[in-house]
Every structure is written in structure tokens, then in C-alpha cells.
């Protein structure tokens, strides 16, 4: 496969096994960022599961602000859903995607694919994937949820930064081959509907159940830094809304609902 090859979206569309995911596809060559255009559509009146595609970002946005790098033979994709279910669990939306997303790899790919609280899809400890969930709300009322995946594909990481070098790594560099970017997209969103349909009939528990089997985290030494704090401790679960359950050294348990996980080292596994 030749990285100049564009994403074949008939080859999508024939092979993509959902009911209503998908089904809409708005596919560029070069946006500033996925989420950005998948909002537009979304404020237009489009409808849920419509999604956009682009092989490049320029503007591609990270958790917290950051920036995300996305060049030609990435998977840089954005979902509209429009969930009716309370501003406090649309934790669990980022959760179910890193779900996805960890599984399509797995069984499509046979590799370990792991996930690391709250929105990243690892590889031998090496982030493959990030997700970003944006919701927009008006008169206090849930309009519209954008869930942006990013995932590194089909690119050597020598186009990153020398910092991210350290901690990144693509599907590529992994296998030692470049991967059918088309059959991974229709695997993530065939995975992506089970699960969000999962959710809105209220089978969380499954759903966070499958996300502890895939965690590469609990049992593990983190340190946990916010706008208000940095502490170390031992991450033990998720609870019943999603949110990091992490053990202090004198027993205390807090529940972390923001801020940077970094796993220091394994202790011993917990589930």
C-alpha cells in the first residue's frame, strides 16, 4: 500500500456491517480537525452516526488542549451521537470507544492492544490511539456528543517529535507493515454501535467490565497530576460512573474524575 493512496470510502461502505453507524460519511483529503467539521454537521441537523473522515489534520486537537499530530496514513475520524443520557456519564462514552477501538485492533490486527484511563489506546506501553469526547449543551440540556479517534496507522513515527517518539507508536511500526486502514475502520465502527447501543440499554456494568479485562493500568504505581494536585498511589478499579478509583499509600482511596495518569510501574494485578 502506498501512503499517497487515499482512504477507499466505497470499500467502506460495502464492507461496514452496522445498522446506522457510518452509514453517513463526509470524507476530506485535509481539514484542520475532524471534530471541528463533525460540529458543523451536527449544528446543521445531521443525523446521529453520521461520521467524518480526513487523512490529514492540521489543527487536530488532544485532551486538554493539546494538539495532535496527524499525518497521511492515519485514521482520523469523528462520530455524531446524540445519547439521551445525563452530562455525568458521558465518561463512559470514552470509555467504550477506547473499548472498541482496543478490540477492532485485537481481533483484526492480533495485537495486545491495551487501554490506559481515561481516553488512550496503547500498544507495548506505546500510545496507538487517543480519543477526544466533546459534548454542546444548550438551555442546560445535552444537544450532541462528538467522539474524535485518532489513530496511528499507516505513518512511520519519525515524523513525530522527538518527546512523543518516546511514548508513541503506530500500527505500523508494530506489524513492520502497513495495515488495511478500510477494514479496521469498518471493525472499530461495527464494535463502536454494539457498545453505545449496550449503553443506552443500560448495560454499563458490561460494558466497564470489558474495560478492566483490556485496562494495561490497574495494579499498576500511577502518579496523578491536576490543576489542584500531584500524588502517586496504586489504581485499583474504575467505579459504576467510569471514574479512576487510585490507593494511596496510607489506604485512602480517591476517585479521580480529571487531570494526567502517568503509570509509573506494576505492583500487582487487582482484577
Known sequence: MNLKQKLNIEKIRRNLKTRWLGKKIHYLSETDSTNNVARELAEQGFKEGTIVVSETQTRGKGRLGRKWISPKGGIWLSIILKPKIKPSELIKITLL????????????LNINAEIKWPNDVLVNDRKVCGILTETF?????????????????????????????????????VLG??????????SLLRKMEFYYEALLKGRT???????????????????????????????????????????????????????????????????
Open 97 to 108: 470507544t477506547a473499548v472498541a477501538v482496543a478490540k477492532a485492533i485485537r481481533e483484526e
Open 177 to 186: 507493515r502497513e495495515i488495511n486502514r478500510e477494514r479496521l475502520i469498518c
Open 137 to 173: 449543551s444548550q438551555g442546560g440540556k445535552l444537544q450532541y456528543v462528538i467522539v474524535g479517534i485518532g489513530i496511528n496507522a499507516n505513518f512511520d513515527i519519525s515524523v513525530f517529535p522527538e518527546e512523543l517518539r518516546r511514548t508513541a507508536t503506530s500500527l505500523k511500526k
Open 205 to 271: 456494568k458490561a460494558i466497564l467490565n470489558e474495560w478492566r479485562k483490556l485496562s494495561s493500568m490497574l495494579g499498576c504505581k500511577v502518579e496523578v497530576s491536576s490543576f489542584k494536585e500531584r500524588f502517586e498511589g496504586t489504581a485499583v478499579d474504575i467505579d459504576d460512573e467510569g471514574w479512576l478509583i487510585v490507593k494511596l499509600d496510607d489506604g485512602t482511596l480517591k476517585k479521580i474524575v480529571s487531570g494526567d495518569v502517568t503509570v509509573r510501574r506494576k505492583t500487582q494485578n487487582t482484577t
